[in-house]
């Protein structure tokens, strides 16, 4: 009951895959521009600070976005990671 409470409050967990590729939800078609924008960037936070302790020098080989069926978008890493969302969001 607990985690099912938990997934509905929005609760994401992720993990990498033996190649290291993380695959992760974070909105759906019905979110808002802004909300889509918090969300990718809680994600890649949340990612960039749980990275493993030993793990150091780039972490980021590339980082894609798509939909559940469409096409790949590649996003510029550094930008990704530095990027400061507008005091109003």
């Known amino acids: ?5 938990e997934f509905k409050a929005g609760k994401v967990e ?3 895959d033996k190649t290291g590729i ?4 974070f909105g759906k078609v019905d979110f808002s521009e802004e909300d889509l924008l918090i ?4 994600a890649v936070k ?4 749980n ?3 030993g793990d150091e020098g780039v972490y980021w080989k590339s980082a894609h976005i798509c939909s559940a069926m469409g096409p790949s978008i590649r996003l510029n890493i550094r930008e990704m990671l530095d990027y400061r969302p507008p005091s109003n969001l």
Not at 1 to 5: F, G, L, T, V, W
């Open 46 to 49: 949340s990612i960039e600070a």
């Open 51 to 53: 990275k493993p302790a």
């Open 22 to 25: 993380v695959h992760l939800p």
């Open 1 to 5: 009951m607990k985690a099912i409470s």
């Open 39 to 42: 969300n990718l960037l809680a």
């Open 14 to 16: 992720y993990r990498a």
